[in-house]
């Protein structure tokens, strides 16, 4: 029942934010990220990811809605906006998809506990 | 069933900020050369429906006749602004009159093009005029108050027309045009010293024509340095009895920013509070001689800091110092420290000229149309 409230409480987040992203012109991975790990059957498909820049590293958390993962460690190669995150023993990989949008997106794949899926989160 | 339905909602909600963003874009103002392709250009002749004289950019109307089909075609043209410095106004072209316009293309394909000037009966109309006041041969010293201090504002005009519309680090020669596109995009690691996320991402936009520019989508504040990059320029408040000075804005929807001159501590956050505006940070100020120097942090990162899209984050940390050297001209420099975006700290400047018996122009963004 906790599991639905809060996944429910997540779904109503992502559609209030959904409404109107946010700016976002500095670097391209600071924000929130909501979205799907597709086929993720011990946390969900659905996952949150708050994700921010000091400067020289990436640090955040991965959220699928049971608990926080943190981030143990992100890169962003600005060649091809491709991004690798680990948390939780998961490990995302993807690209950054329309880069000049306050809502762009990564696509990518997870994989994590022995599977592995389709990973595309937007950001709000 | 819960699964069915969870991903409904996160498509609806994908959905929905495409669709929004979308319809933002269609009714943007974008730069000219994100909007018109300069390598398409084409001539038309026909018959004036309607004028549109408003801000941003004027539009004319024009039905033209091929055979028998007859198309309307929009002949976009500069700001009311521009065209009534050089002389024309509403009336100088109206519904019915038959004109011959030279341009270039949306890059659409819609029936959208961009003149500089076209002709009515052979005549040249809606031509611009530079609207840069002439400086005289010697400038009078810089006016003093009772206190013997410079005043850096009065009553009777604004500051405009800086000598470069683009944030450069001091000492480089990197050329580009007013709106910070660069003539060549391998110049763009000259600029200042990025990180290398920032400097790819300043390529993007370059590549881009700079068509996602805030200030033009979304009528976002020029924030920081830019707000002293454009024609519109800037007006100084001085309010001596509260201790501040108001920065008045002509290029971004008539926005102000205050420069606290009462000694308060630095205290600029990017969560922002009653004397943080996030655009334009928390400034402080006080006077050195004849120069006043501002420190400002607390920016939020939802604006580009110059013309051309150059990256900023909320480590950005802004001292700025204003000279009045002469009564025609102010000296603006600038020290960046941003570790987030930059590998190390650098600087600029550039002079804007004294635009004397003007007001601060209004140009409001096209969403803000008064």
């Known amino acids: 029942m906790k599991s639905i409230i809060i996944k429910t409480g997540l779904i109503a987040a992502a559609l209030c934010l959904s409404l109107s992203s946010s700016a976002q012109e500095g670097h391209p991975l600071k924000g929130s990220w909501i979205g799907e790990w597709k086929g993720n059957a011990a946390k969900g498909d659905f996952v949150l990811m708050v994700l921010d820049w000091d400067g020289s590293k990436i640090t955040g958390v991965v959220n699928p809605g049971t608990d926080n993962m943190a981030i143990t460690e992100a890169t962003l190669n600005p060649a091809d906006w491709t991004v690798h995150i680990e948390a939780g023993g998961y490990e995302l990989d993807g690209t950054i998809k329309e880069l000049e949008l306050p809502a762009r997106s990564i696509v990518g794949t997870w994989k994590g506990e022995g599977k592995n899926g389709a990973l595309e989160i937007v950001r709000q | ?370």
Request: hydrophobic residues 35%; proline residues 6%.
């Open chain 2, 1 to 370: 069933m819960q699964s069915f339905t969870l991903k409904t909602f996160i498509k609806a909600a994908v959905l929905c900020t495409s669709l929004g963003l979308s319809a933002t874009q269609v009714l943007a103002h974008h730069p000219i050369q994100a909007k018109f392709d300069e390598a398409s250009e084409m001539a038309l002749s026909g018959i004036v429906t309607h004028v549109d004289w408003k801000n941003p950019h004027v539009h004319v109307f024009v039905n033209v006749t091929d055979g028998k089909t007859v198309t309307n075609w929009a002949v976009e043209l500069e700001s009311p602004l521009l065209l009534t410095g050089s002389g024309w106004n509403e009336s100088s072209v109206k519904p019915g009159d038959k004109i011959d316009v030279k341009g270039i293309r949306a890059r659409d394909g819609s029936r959208q093009v961009w003149s500089e000037n076209f002709a009515v009966a052979g005549k040249t109309v809606f031509a611009l005029k530079d609207t840069r006041p002439a400086k005289p041969a010697q400038a009078a010293a810089a006016p003093r108050g009772a206190d013997g201090k410079v005043i850096l504002g009065s009553a009777d005009g604004f500051w405009g027309y800086p000598s470069s519309y683009a944030l450069i680090e001091d000492g480089v020669n990197v050329p580009m045009d007013r709106y910070g596109q660069l003539t060549e995009l391998s110049d763009a690691s000259k600029v200042a010293p990025m990180q290398p996320w920032a400097l790819a991402l300043y390529q993007h936009r370059q590549e881009r024509d700079l068509q996602n520019d805030p200030m033009f989508i979304n009528c976002k504040p020029p924030g920081g340095p830019r707000q002293y990059q454009s024609d519109l320029g800037i007006k100084f408040v001085e309010d001596k009895v509260n201790q501040r000075i108001f920065v008045l804005v002509g290029s971004g929807n008539r926005n102000y920013r205050i420069i606290y001159m009462d000694g308060r501590d630095q205290v600029g956050s990017v969560t922002g509070d009653d004397d943080n505006p996030l655009y334009y940070g928390r400034a402080v100020g006080k006077w050195e001689g004849d120069t006043l120097v501002v420190n400002t942090k607390g920016f939020n990162e939802d604006f580009w800091m110059s013309n051309g899209g150059l990256p900023h984050t909320s480590s950005l940390v802004l001292n700025e110092r204003f000279t009045r050297s002469d009564m025609n001209t102010l000296k603006y420099e600038v020290a960046i420290d941003d570790p987030g975006a930059y590998t190390r700290a650098w600087t600029a400047s550039w002079t804007m000229q004294w635009v004397p018996d003007q007001e601060v122009p209004i140009h409001f963004c096209q969403d803000n149309r008064p």
